[in-house]
Every structure is written in structure tokens, then in C-alpha cells.
Nanobody
Framework: QVQLVEFGGGLVQAGGSLRLSCAAS?????MGWFRKDREFVAAISWS????YYEDSVKGRFTISRDNVQNTMTLQMNSLKPEDTAVYYC???????????????????WGRGIQVTVSS
């Protein structure tokens, strides 16, 4: 059972930045970030060669991962009040060269972390 723990949430003013991190207890393949009711935000494949973003965060958010440390990050810049949500880290151990935008593709989930953007 893979354990996922999110770090880095908090309160920031609109236009500010936050960096979310997700630590996995063991190696995973596809990983992603979701928010609210498991709405897709970003996903990254094992190699990092496949990266996807939800349209509203393109150009503002950057997803990355460190396979040695078993971590994933989401750098969030130019934050907007509508980015306010609980953000969830998700991962799968299903072997794949790509990543998925679909929440059902991920077997493992963190507990979530609050991000609040004030106007």
C-alpha cells in the first residue's frame, strides 16, 4: 500500500505563489494532482516525458517529480481565488509510459492539503 503525504499548502494573496509537495512511501509510476471533488489539475508520467495540465492552470502551474526521492511537486504561480481548494496527490503503480487526467486511473491518494487564495 503506497502512502502519499502532501506538504506546502496555506494561505496566499492573489498573484502569489505556493509550492505543493507529495512524498510517496515507495516508487510509483503515473502521478497527478487533483482538487475539490477530484477535479484534474496536472499529471506526470514516470519519466516526466508526458505532462498534462488542466486548461485553467496552464502557464501558471508546473508539475515535476524526483524519482530518487519519490516526490512530486506542483509549483503554483499567479494564484487566483478560484484556485482555492483542497489539493490531493494521487499515484498509480500500474506500469505505463504516460500519465492520466482521469481520477479513476489512480489507486493511491493523499489526504489532501488546503490551498486558500485571498482576493
Amino acid at each position: 500500500q503506497v502512502q502519499l503525504v502532501e506538504f506546502g499548502g496555506g494561505l496566499v494573496q492573489a498573484g502569489g505563489s505556493l509550492r505543493l509537495s507529495c512524498a510517496a512511501s515507495e516508487r510509483t509510476f503515473g502521478m497527478g494532482w487533483f482538487r475539490k471533488d477530484r477535479e484534474f489539475v496536472a499529471a506526470i508520467s514516470w519519466s516526466g516525458s508526458s505532462i498534462y495540465y488542466e486548461d485553467s492552470v496552464k502557464g501558471r502551474f508546473t508539475i515535476s517529480r524526483d524519482n530518487v526521492q519519490n516526490t512530486m511537486t506542483l509549483q503554483m504561480n499567479s494564484l487566483k481565488p478560484e484556485d482555492t481548494a483542497v489539493y490531493y496527490c494521487a499515484a498509480t503503480r500500474a506500469l505505463s509510459s504516460t500519465a492520466s487526467r482521469t481520477s479513476s486511473a489512480y489507486a493511491y491518494w493523499g489526504r489532501g492539503i488546503q490551498v486558500t487564495v485571498s482576493s
